[in-house]
């Protein structure tokens, strides 16, 4: 058992309310809301985390308190009434579990867009576009500051008349704090140029929300206390802002965030990704807790266990904000208690969460498909089969280590053959970019949880029909993803071109001029290009689409840029790969525009690298279907539903047949795992 003394577990009091432990799932916007009101799937996915153990939920990321702050990534609208039912459900459920919950209220001022919501002008201490969301604001008018204040006091009363713990203000990147940072802060009034100035409109806020709630319900705030920002909020005065606020008495708890967010590079620092040392900002949140007296709050790129508790250990903080760890494992708290961490699903940085807010529409867990899908996958998988039966999986890479978790979770026995000497299939090439190695926890969780429950591994065995028949299998799930596929538009010279994943693997020569060739826009293509020049190669990087790495998100594409700006990696937007030859100096690669067809340009290099996706390995899935019941066919509804498959084409076949993630078609790892839990769950 867990020891009695572990500071993660240990209670926290603020003002009234009790916290059973120091986790916290911090502020951050999923994009779950419907029509700006948290549904069910919003009540959802905070229930599953409360039911984890951990001692608060924040909700509402940046929930907006006017119709002038519109919606830029799924935000709450605490602005209307009718939120409160919504929100009651959705505390009652909390509460159920013995888990406090808040929400984070704000004015996002020019952080957003104005063709969002109403199409109102965006809103701002100053006229300055925030690059990220490009609107350009109107300067807010006493009247608009008037009206804004009544807004926060009024979203903060509504969250108090649902039965919330209390709210979180939020100040960084958004209307607040505007005012607070002499960046953005250029007004020449009273709400400008001093400190006292720049606290006043803030400092309104503050005090008019107080007045609202009364002194029985939490008020925190969570703001930068230095913006890393030439001629922003330094630390001195973030440090001197957060002992007025103090002295004001209040605010309840200070989240402490050390950065700026105005633009992909901003937030790829505020929020970091896999490639970044762990938990960046937690030594200056402790400067920032021995100055106050108020507890504090942090939380970026905590996402482990032994940072979390050396951080409440070491009196760094008062509370740890794990948001991204809880998305990969809402059950954190209870499996320290059940003295399991071992088994804790790993947080790997991917930044597939909050870059799939602006790409998928919603924030998905690279390799938790659960979250955010609780009204139909479990987090927790229950044993439910009453006849087991043998389920083959070929392949030991994310889907097929999936599928044969999961199985073996509901009590099927599994036997999983895998052609390689380990597991990992395409994330361990993906791994082989030394930033990016973290990936390799998708798998080796996978792996883990495979060895307890019992399934039979069997590697070095590249599985033929015969192999899989021999096995007498009651369900095979061909998991043999997929094979580099060269650029389909080549018109000569494809055996002078190699894949990408032969960039990642193979040794590079320092100064050998490679091309790289991306018609993907994944990480593929720019891994490959990455990982060449950081080993001495000269790379031109050349893609067809109207910027770089069309398919990666906001918060992994710093990286890759500032490698590339690091190393001297050459782009070419808008040109495609259309002939290789051998020529005189080396190969002669041809490239050419769809734009404008005079355009044919060649280089000279050693290397030509084509990104272009993976083609399915599916030969043994062919060779079995005719001995299979439903040759091969998947029950669409079915395995949207969640529901058993049962189709049975061919009675004299003795097994059910299926194929999932890359052995299908060229996708990503979230596609693979969520193809393998859904399949899992609809066998027997």
């Known amino acids: 058992m867990p020891s009695v003394s572990d500071p993660l577990l240990q209670p926290l009091s603020l003002r009234h309310l009790t916290l059973k432990n120091r986790i916290v799932s911090a502020a951050h916007e999923p994009a779950y809301s419907e029509d700006g009101l948290p549904k069910t799937r919003y009540r959802l996915y905070h229930e599953a985390k409360a039911r984890g153990g951990m001692a608060m939920t924040m909700i509402g990321g940046s929930a907006v308190v006017a ?18 039912p919504w929100l009651a459900e959705l505390a009652d459920a909390v509460h159920q579990h013995d888990c406090a919950v808040m929400c984070q209220i704000t004015h996002l001022g020019r ?26 604001p109107k300067v807010a008018e006493e009247h608009d500051l008037a009206r804004i204040v009544r807004g926060y006091a009024d979203a903060a009363a509504r969250c108090q008349a649902a039965g919330l713990d209390g709210i979180e203000i939020e100040a960084y990147g958004h209307f607040l704090d505007g005012f607070l940072s002499p960046w953005t802060n250029r007004r020449d009034d009273a709400y400008g140029g001093t400190l006292a100035n720049r606290l006043r409109f803030p400092l309104a806020v503050i005090e008019a929300i107080r007045q609202a709630v009364g002194p029985a319900f939490i008020v925190g705030i969570r703001l930068a206390v230095d913006e890393l920002l030439p001629g922003g909020l330094a630390r001195d005065e973030g440090l001197e802002i957060c002992r007025l606020l103090e002295q004001g008495g209040a605010i309840d708890f200070l989240n402490v965030i050390r950065g700026h967010i105005d633009s992909d590079a901003g937030l790829a620092a505020v929020i970091p990704n896999m490639g970044a040392a762990s938990a960046p900002h937690l030594a200056f949140a402790g400067e920032v807790r021995r100055a106050v007296g108020l507890p504090v709050l942090h939380a970026a790129r905590i996402n482990d266990v032994a940072t979390a508790r050396y951080a409440i250990r070491e009196g760094l903080l008062d509370l740890v904000g794990m948001v991204r760890a809880h998305m990969a494992e809402p059950n954190i708290a209870a499996l320290i208690q059940a003295d399991a961490e071992q088994r804790i699903r790993p947080c790997v940085g991917a930044g ?31 044993r439910d089969v009453a006849t087991p039966h043998h389920v083959v999986v070929i392949g030991a890479g994310p889907a097929g280590l999936e599928a044969a978790r999961a199985s073996a979770e509901r009590g099927h026995r599994v036997t999983l053959l895998e052609a390689n000497a380990e597991a990992g299939g395409q994330v361990r090439i993906a791994s082989l970019l030394a930033r990016r190695r973290e990936m390799l926890g998708i798998t080796e969780w996978r792996l883990a949880e495979c060895q307890r429950l019992g399934v039979e591994l069997r590697f070095n065995c590249y599985a033929e029909a015969e192999d899989v028949l021999a096995l007498e299998p009651d369900t095979v799930i061909v998991a043999t993803g997929g094979l580099p596929q060269v650029h389909a538009e080549l018109a000569c010279g494809e055996a002078w071109v190699q894949s990408s994943w032969d960039a ?11 091309l790289v060739f991306d018609d993907h826009g994944g990480f593929a293509g720019l891994s490959a290009a990455e990982h060449l020049a950081g080993h001495g190669a000269l790379v031109t990087l050349a893609t067809p689409e109207r910027t770089l790495g069309i398919e990666v998100g906001g918060t992994n594409s710093p990286a890759f840029i500032a490698a590339f700006d690091r190393h001297g990696v050459k782009v070419h937007l808008n040109r495609t790969l259309s002939a290789v030859s051998r020529g005189a100096q080396g190969l002669e690669a041809t490239l050419t525009s769809a734009y404008c067809g005079d355009i044919h340009e060649t280089l000279s290099v050693d290397r030509v690298i084509a990104e272009h996706g993976t083609a399915p390995l599916d030969g043994l899935y062919h060779d079995l279907k005719g001995h299979s019941r439903n040759l091969g066919e998947l029950d669409l509804e079915a395995f949207i539903a969640i529901a058993p498959q049962r189709l049975n084409r061919h009675p004299g076949g003795h097994f059910a047949l299926f194929r999932i993630g890359d052995a299908i078609a ?3 790892v979230h596609a693979a795992v969520y193809d393998g839990l859904r399949l899992a769950l609809g066998i027997g």
Do not use: M
């Open 67 to 84: 119709p002038d702050s519109p919606p830029a990534f799924g935000n709450l609208l605490l602005y209307k009434d009718e939120i409160v």
């Open 666 to 668: 060229s996708r990503n």
């Open 111 to 136: 952080r957003t867009r104005y063709n969002a919501g109403d199409w109102l002008p965006v809103v701002a201490a100053s006229g300055l576009r925030e690059p990220a969301h490009r609107a350009f």
């Open 504 to 514: 990642l693997a193979d040794p590079v020569r320092a100064g050998e001029r490679v």
């Open 352 to 382: 597939y969460c909050i870059d799939g807010i602006y790409e998928n529409g919603a924030a998905y867990c690279i390799h938790n498909p659960a979250t955010g899908r609780e009204a139909t996958l479990p987090q927790v998988i229950v």
